[in-house]
């Protein structure tokens, strides 16, 4: 049994580790897709699209109804115990231990406290195997636990290799400029111009040159020599 706890633990960290990584991609292309969005210019020989629709559809959102939380079971408390024991702040305050090792413990006594008010047996059980704590239940449960902890990263991996932020970071500047005009068509705002776009996607990633204000002063001028010809 002590073979099958082994592998489900070696599964649930690498699918941790697997999970860590595409989220810090997620992220990355949450940042810039927002970022992006938010420098779009306006062309104003655009079409203005109805807002009214946009917004009454968006007042009609349904809240999601909260989850019910199991009973607490006396394997939830021993389990919270035996890493409270371990991590409690007063107990770390003259531990003969690295700065690592002590952020360590005291980010896992916080994530034990909000699993525990959460009823979440399955975190408390990941927080005491990172720990290397022997906790008072059968392997089998343990490893099982472990497993189903692991399934749900997995579905939450895939959900993020389908969102349009993960489509959004493997995407080349083509593809990116398509991402923003779909997502203002689909919202109902006013369209832009690919020129725009081209140049608020360069300069997000880094690659338009020059600093903010040299970028504002060159559009300045530009401005102004577009003014002298009309």
Same mark, same amino acid.
């Given at each position: 049994m002590r073979n099958d706890l082994h592998r489900a633990s070696l599964y649930f960290r690498f699918i941790r580790e697997e999970h860590e990584h595409h989220h810090e991609i997620f992220l990355k292309g949450q940042r810039e897709l927002l970022e992006s969005l938010s420098r779009v210019r306006v062309d104003p020989t655009a079409p203005v699209k109805n807002q009214q629709q946009q917004n009454q559809n968006s007042d009609q959102v349904t809240p999601a109804a909260e989850p019910e939380l199991p009973d607490l079971s006396s394997d939830l408390k021993k389990i919270y115990r035996k890493i409270v024991t371990d991590t409690h702040p007063d107990k770390l305050v003259n531990a003969k231990?690295? !700065?690592?090792?002590?952020?360590?413990k005291n980010e896992a006594?916080?994530?034990? %406290? #909000?699993a525990f008010n959460k009823k979440d047996e399955d975190a408390l059980i990941e927080i005491a #195997?990172?720990? !290397?704590? !022997?906790?008072?239940?059968?392997? !089998?449960?343990i490893a099982k636990s472990l497993r189903s902890r692991g399934e749900k990263l997995e579905d939450q991996i895939a959900k993020i290799k389908s969102s349009p932020e993960?489509?959004?970071?493997? =995407?080349?500047? =083509?593809?990116r400029v398509e991402i923003l005009k779909e997502i203002c068509n689909r919202n109902g705002w006013i369209l832009v111009s690919d020129e725009a776009i081209i140049e %608020?996607?360069?300069? #997000?990633?880094?690659?338009?040159?020059g600093s903010k204000d040299s970028v504002r002063e060159r559009a300045r001028k530009t401005m102004q020599e577009r003014h002298r010809i009309a």
């Open positions: 231990i690295s !700065e690592k090792e002590h952020s360590k006594y916080i994530r034990a %406290t #909000v #195997v990172d720990l !290397e704590l !022997e906790i008072d239940l059968p392997d !089998e449960q993960w489509y959004w970071a493997h =995407s080349d500047e =083509s593809r %608020t996607l360069r300069y #997000v990633a880094g690659m338009h040159p």
